[in-house]
Nanobody, 130 residues
Framework: QLQLVESGGALVQPGGSLRLSCAPSGFAVGDYAIGWFRRDPGKELEGVSCISRNGNYINYEDSVKGRFILSRDTAKNTVYLQMNNLKPEDTAIYYC???????????????????????WGQGTQVTVSS
């Protein structure tokens, strides 16, 4: 069964850091584009970041540029989202998703493209509050 499992969400103070993990089961991270999205209850889905299938292209949405870092460890078959200088507006449920039909050297984390992602994790809660 193909699935994604996120972990690492927690309550953190503003300015703090967290690292989220996305571990696929049943497929290799290198065979899919992996995207991170987030949703705060009552708000629309927001794109965060993505990495292409070949790992050579990483995209960040403007709201997280310079603060978040996406990386991939193919040996551990895991994608990481390092989140630094967290702000209250980063509070949301974070989801990772996999797109097997993406171009090898491109990915998109735009909300309008989220439907391209076939597999989604259950989400992990990130709360930024003092």
């Amino acid at each position: 069964q193909l699935q994604l499992v996120e972990s690492g969400g927690a309550l953190v103070q503003p300015g703090g850091s967290l690292r989220l993990s996305c571990a696929p089961s049943g497929f290799a991270v290198g065979d899919y584009a992996i995207g991170w999205f987030r949703r705060d209850p009552g708000k629309e889905l927001e794109g965060v970041s993505c990495i292409s299938r070949n790992g050579n292209y990483i995209n960040y949405e403007d709201s997280v540029k310079g603060r978040f870092i996406l990386s991939r460890d193919t040996a551990k078959n895991t994608v990481y989202l390092q989140m630094n200088n967290l702000k209250p507006e980063d509070t949301a449920i974070y989801y990772c998703a996999a797109d097997r039909n993406a171009w090898s050297d491109f990915c998109t984390a735009l909300p309008r493209d989220s439907q391209q992602y076939e597999f989604w994790g259950q989400g992990t809660q990130v709360t930024v509050s003092s």
